[in-house]
């Protein structure tokens, strides 16, 4: 098998029917998202397995319908596998992903993580109401290319490096004045090719502050236990156990980059050889070709791949 850690998605990954023959097949995954109904007080089921589209991209539904789905995967394997925590070496998610991971590693309560996700979904679409913005990823780029095209779309308006995601995978964040601008400019810089996020604002970007101020009461009122395997935190890609430090981190992650390649490459200091990415999506396993392709990615996305799962 290998030494194994288990990874999260975060926002983007979204869809109608996500993961929806699993929560049909399995009575212990659908149940998580009859216990998110009954948490935050609406049909977030119905919402996960039929849409519309447009209500589940909102940054509000999406990030709890992103953390249930791939709890209920989770709990899946848990019933047909017989998969423990304990399997893995270590965790980590992407963003909103960190939740999960942490629900996964025994920090947070099921309860708790679904209120948390869902305060944390409504503060961050407010700040992108307060602040037009968005995101732009950048193709082929280099960090030093994409740090100085930042630096020449910020004359126009706030705009920072994001998401270090992989090798020639890297987002910008920022006003839609410095976006419009860094796409006008980006091939002075060499960067072959950007790529506008359907996103609702700036997300890990200064524009996400009165964000930050909320998800930090929001995260005071809930207990955080340290992990029971090594969990990664995306504001630095270090490992974190202590529950204190855990939380002043998910409460600045999302107006600082996510450091998604040195989590990958921690991963493989610790020896890890397959990286297991719940649904919904598949965007962890792809960018593990790019930072460590001597591992093995395992997306698990459907009823046979959890009964397949080993």
Not at 279 to 296: E, F, M, N, S
């Given at each position: 098998?290998?030494?194994?850690?288990?990874?999260?998605?975060?926002?983007?990954?979204?869809?109608?029917?996500?993961?929806?023959?699993?929560?049909?097949?399995?009575?212990?995954?659908?149940?998580?998202?009859?216990?998110?109904?009954?948490?935050?007080?609406?049909?977030?089921?119905?919402?996960?397995?039929?849409?519309?589209?447009?209500?589940?991209?909102?940054?509000?539904?999406?990030?709890?319908?992103?953390?249930?789905?791939?709890?209920?995967?989770?709990?899946?394997?848990?019933?047909?596998?017989?998969?423990?925590?304990?399997?893995?070496?270590?965790?980590?998610?992407?963003?909103?992903?960190?939740?999960?991971?942490?629900?996964?590693?025994?920090?947070?309560?099921?309860?708790?993580?679904?209120?948390?996700?869902?305060?944390?979904?409504?503060?961050?679409?407010?700040?992108?109401?307060?602040?037009?913005?968005?995101?732009?990823?950048l193709l082929g780029?280099?960090?030093?290319?994409?740090?100085?095209?930042?630096?020449?779309?910020?004359?126009?308006?706030?705009?920072?490096?994001?998401?270090?995601?992989?090798?020639?995978?890297?987002?910008?964040?920022?006003?839609?004045?410095?976006?419009?601008?860094?796409?006008?400019?980006?091939?002075?810089?060499?960067?072959?090719?950007?790529?506008?996020?359907?996103?609702?604002?700036?997300?890990?970007?200064?524009?996400?502050?009165?964000?930050?101020?909320?998800?930090?009461?929001?995260?005071?009122?809930?207990?955080?236990?340290?992990?029971?395997?090594?969990?990664?935190?995306?504001?630095?890609?270090?490992?974190?156990?202590?529950?204190?430090?855990?939380?002043?981190?998910?409460?600045?992650?999302?107006?600082?980059?996510?450091?998604?390649?040195?989590?990958?490459?921690?991963?493989?200091?610790?020896?890890?050889?397959?990286?297991?990415e719940p649904a919904?999506?598949?965007?962890?396993?792809?960018?593990?070709?790019?930072?460590?392709?001597?591992?093995?990615?395992?997306?698990?996305?459907?009823?046979?791949?959890?009964?397949?799962?080993?």
């Amino acid at each position: 098998m290998g030494t194994r850690a288990i990874v999260f998605p975060g926002q983007g990954a979204q869809h109608p029917g996500m993961a929806a023959d699993i929560i049909a097949g399995v009575p212990r995954a659908a149940a998580v998202l009859d216990r998110a109904n009954e948490v935050l007080g609406f049909d977030l089921k119905t919402l996960c397995l039929q849409g519309p589209a447009e209500r589940l991209e909102a940054t509000d539904i999406c990030q709890p319908a992103i953390f249930a789905t791939s709890a209920a995967v989770v709990e899946a394997l848990r019933a047909e596998r017989g998969l423990r925590t304990e399997d893995f070496t270590a965790t980590a998610g992407l963003s909103l992903g960190e939740y999960t991971a942490l629900w996964f590693a025994g920090a947070l309560a099921l309860d708790d993580a679904l209120r948390l996700v869902r305060r944390r979904g409504e503060a961050m679409q407010r700040a992108s109401e307060e602040h037009p913005s968005g995101m732009l990823s950048l193709l082929g780029a280099t960090r030093e290319q994409a740090a100085a095209l930042a630096r020449a779309g910020a004359e126009a308006g706030v705009l920072v490096p994001a998401n270090y995601l992989a090798p020639g995978s890297i987002a910008l964040s920022g006003a839609r004045a410095a976006l419009d601008l860094a796409e006008a400019r980006a091939r002075e810089f060499d960067i072959r090719r950007t790529v506008r996020l359907k996103v609702a604002g700036a997300f890990h970007s200064p524009l996400m502050a009165s964000a930050t101020e909320t998800l930090r009461a929001a995260l005071a009122e809930v207990e955080i236990r340290p992990p029971r395997i090594a969990f990664a935190a995306n504001v630095t890609g270090d490992l974190v156990s202590d529950p204190e430090e855990i939380r002043r981190h998910l409460a600045d992650q999302v107006t600082r980059p996510v450091l998604w390649e040195e989590t990958v490459r921690r991963f493989v200091a610790l020896g890890v050889e397959t990286l297991v990415e719940p649904a919904p999506g598949g965007v962890l396993t792809g960018l593990l070709r790019k930072v460590a392709p001597q591992a093995r990615g395992v997306n698990v996305t459907s009823l046979p791949g959890v009964r397949d799962y080993a």
